[in-house]
């Protein structure tokens, strides 16, 4: 299965390498049929503007790319590819996918650049440059170091671009955000952006507030730096022009559409339309949703969990696939038999862990994957029994309530960091009933805001929060933010590099690592997992990359070589 999938990724980009060589390689060669002057010579701004919304919704999205080692590395999912155990390789095929759209996107946004400022599009500009920023911070992210200055220039025959300084590619980004709002804001704009713009329809205005948005999360994340800019951090506070509601969320939309190209979302399309799972979901987050842990959130279930998760399997039925009705030994890697939970843990070397068992496994659930909502009454999932409409969230509404918390208890805002969590958990709650609301579901599905379950949650957690040092405070705030932004891995990676937050599974704690205890005589044995491998605080640079650009570093050390925003 991973071979097939490789393949087709493969595949993919190489399509998507050739389709932007046409645009790469000589704009005045699009579509030139000799002197037919019914065809065009430079590809439409509007086509070009959704191709790069399309694959820019791509990096860091959940279970594809780099979103496959992402949400295992925060937790959120687990696997039995490499990444298990922070063990990913240089020629891993998830990165180097990353790697290839990034830079093919990249080369059309600027493209669509160079064309709309010819065209006096100001509107198509300052999107096109509120991308560039958006991706090549990605890229520093998740690489350090990585080519900018002299990436997509192939038609100025730059085949081997130059790594640059990722604290420089950081600074231009900023600058790169401020023109973004000048063109944005302008009213000199020859054309604007409508259906082909997939984001915002065309609204400048939103455009404007999430590139506010989007800097002030970088502030946040440069904060503790030698190199954080103190006075362009005081003039963004100023100008407050930030998200307002969830309907300002910077989120990539999907439908139920499969034909003429799938257009669900993709980390259903890769469980509920597959036959064979590469990802599980995590017992530690799901201890963590249930109030097992007995550190954070202890013996205060979250409401959540039948919205973020759906069970094949019924409360007290015994694993189908490899159960033993004699013994009623589940011969599971994890199993809560109260609530039909199944999956396998991160770094597992258990007898269970590598059986066949598609009929158990927990699926994701309708939040965030446009999955089913777990009514308790189990069923076998396939690609019919859900409609697949939930949106990849980038950039949301309640992600910034839950940064500027973090300011504020960094002292950085004004303002009290207690009541500006509780604002972000109600919003994350908002957030869910508004997915939920959008997808066409025929399940009869609860409201969340304004029950008694979420009431009661969220007043637990404020006095667990209030009663708290200042330490664990950040933690209550940094783990609230890691549940609501499920789906969402490349910030969870941010988040647990600059803060150490949330605390995450760790195989060789001289504490038992899991809390579970079925009572069934055939409990989980801790020696069961193990860690062989450091945390990776940057990812290797793709092999096939260093390979073939002769002005490209040596090889990193993941383990080692950190993001310069993280200083710890």
């Not at 399309?54 to 937790?75: A, P, Q, R």
């Not at 997808?439 to 969340?448: G, R």
């Not at 069961?528 to 570093?553: A, D, G, I, K």
Request: glycine share 6%.
């Amino acid at each position: 299965m991973k071979l097939l999938i490789n393949k087709k990724n493969l595949f993919y980009k190489m399509i998507v390498f050739l389709g932007t060589l046409l645009f790469t390689v000589g704009c005045s060669d699009y579509l030139d049929v000799n002197t037919d002057t019914d065809n065009p010579k430079t590809a439409p701004l509007d086509l070009l503007l959704t191709k790069t919304q399309v694959n820019l919704s791509k990096v860091g999205d959940f279970d594809i790319y780099s979103g496959s080692v992402l949400e295992v590395y925060t937790h959120q999912m687990t696997t039995r590819e490499d990444h298990d155990q922070y063990n990913n390789k240089p020629d891993n095929i998830f990165l180097s996918n990353d790697w290839g759209t990034v830079y093919l996107t990249l080369t059309d946004i600027e493209t669509l650049i160079q064309q709309s400022e010819a065209s006096g599009n100001l509107a198509y500009l300052g999107i096109a440059q509120m991308q560039k920023a958006y991706l090549i911070a990605c890229a520093v992210d998740l690489w350090g170091d990585v080519p900018y200055s002299e990436a997509t220039q192939l038609k100025n025959n730059i085949i081997s671009p130059k790594f640059d300084n990722q604290k420089e590619i950081y600074k231009s980004v900023f600058n790169l955000i401020e023109t973004a709002k000048t063109n944005l804001g302008s009213a000199q704009t020859a054309k604007k952006p409508g259906k082909d713009d997939l984001f915002y329809g065309g609204d400048t205005a939103k455009w404007i507030r999430f590139a506010n948005t989007f800097k002030l999360k970088l502030y946040n994340q440069t904060r503790l730096t030698n190199d954080f800019d103190q006075l362009g951090f005081d003039a963004l506070v100023l100008e407050n022009n930030f998200f307002t509601s969830n309907a300002d969320d910077f989120q990539f939309t999907h439908t139920a559409n499969v034909a003429p190209s799938d257009e669900r979302n993709r980390y259903f399309y890769q469980s509920y339309n597959s036959t064979q799972f590469e990802a599980y979901q995590s017992p530690w987050f799901y201890e963590i949703l249930m109030g097992m842990n007995p550190n954070i959130h202890n013996g205060n279930p979250d409401p959540r969990i039948p919205y973020y998760f759906f069970n094949q399997l019924k409360s007290g039925v015994l694993p189908p696939d490899q159960g033993d009705k004699d013994t009623n030994n589940p011969k599971a890697d994890y199993w809560d038999s109260k609530t039909g939970f199944f999956s396998i843990r991160f770094g597992s070397v258990g007898p269970y862990k590598d059986s066949s068992a598609e009929n158990s496994y927990t699926y994701p659930g309708i939040f965030p994957a446009g999955g089913r909502y777990d009514d308790g009454q189990g069923g076998i999932m396939s690609s019919t029994t859900a409609t697949g409409i939930a949106p990849h969230r980038i950039l949301t509404y309640d992600e910034f309530l839950y940064i500027e918390a973090e300011l504020m208890h960094a002292t950085k805002l004004s303002g009290n960091p207690g009541a500006k969590l509780k604002e972000a958990i109600e919003a994350s709650f908002a957030k869910v009933d508004q997915v939920v609301k959008n997808n066409k579901s025929t399940q009869v599905i609860p409201v969340l805001v304004g029950s008694s379950a979420v009431n009661t949650y969220i007043d637990n957690i404020m006095t667990e929060y209030n009663s708290a040092s200042a330490s664990k405070k950040l933690e209550i705030i940094m783990t609230q933010k890691w549940i609501a932004t499920y789906g969402d891995p490349l910030d969870q990676y941010n988040d647990y590099r600059r803060t150490g937050y949330p605390i995450l599974a760790n195989p060789n704690s001289t504490t038992r690592e899991y809390q579970l205890d079925n009572g069934d005589g055939f409990p989980l044995i801790d020696s069961q997992t193990v860690l062989n491998s450091p945390y990776q605080v940057s990812f290797f640079w793709p092999q096939s990359e260093l390979n073939v650009n002769r002005n490209s570093p040596q090889q990193k050390n993941p383990a080692t070589y950190k993001i310069f925003w993280d200083v710890d």
